[in-house]
């Protein structure tokens, strides 16, 4: 069974960056698509951005591409979320999640992951 922990969330100004962590378990974590979701109260889980089994291939929603980038270490078992240039609207509960396939179709859709963390939480004032 995988288990998701993240890390480094907290609060930080308009303009500025946070980098998130999550470290995972298993043969899902390590050879799987993996994904950073974020839900903002009152508002709808979203897909933030995914990367492939290789890490070769990485996908971003609109709202982020060119602020954040997504990595992977597999031999750390570590998923990363750098965002730069952060703005009020990324304030949002982030999540890693992870599934067993290794390649990312439908990566946005909340019922492609078997896994998820707790989340950690992102506040940009």
């Known amino acids: 069974q995988v288990q998701l922990v993240e890390s480094g969330g907290g609060s930080a100004q308009a303009g500025g960056s946070l980098r998130l962590s999550c470290v995972g378990s298993?043969?899902?974590?390590?050879?799987?698509?993996l994904a950073w979701f974020r839900q903002a109260p009152g508002k709808a889980r979203e897909g933030v951005a995914g990367?492939?089994?290789?890490?070769?291939?990485?996908y971003y929603a609109g709202s982020v591409k060119g602020r954040f980038t997504i990595s992977r270490d597999t031999a750390k078992n570590r998923l990363y979320l750098q965002m730069d240039a952060l703005k009020p609207e990324d304030t949002a509960m982030y999540y890693c999640?992870?599934?067993?396939?290794?390649?990312?179709?439908?990566?946005?859709?909340?019922?492609?992951?078997?896994?998820w963390g707790q989340g950690t939480q992102v506040t940009v004032s």
């Open positions: 999640v992870a599934r067993a396939l290794s390649w990312c179709s439908k990566w946005r859709a909340t019922t492609s992951y078997d896994a």
């Open positions: 298993g043969n899902t974590f390590s050879r799987g698509c």
């Open positions: 990367i492939d089994g290789g890490g070769d291939r990485t």
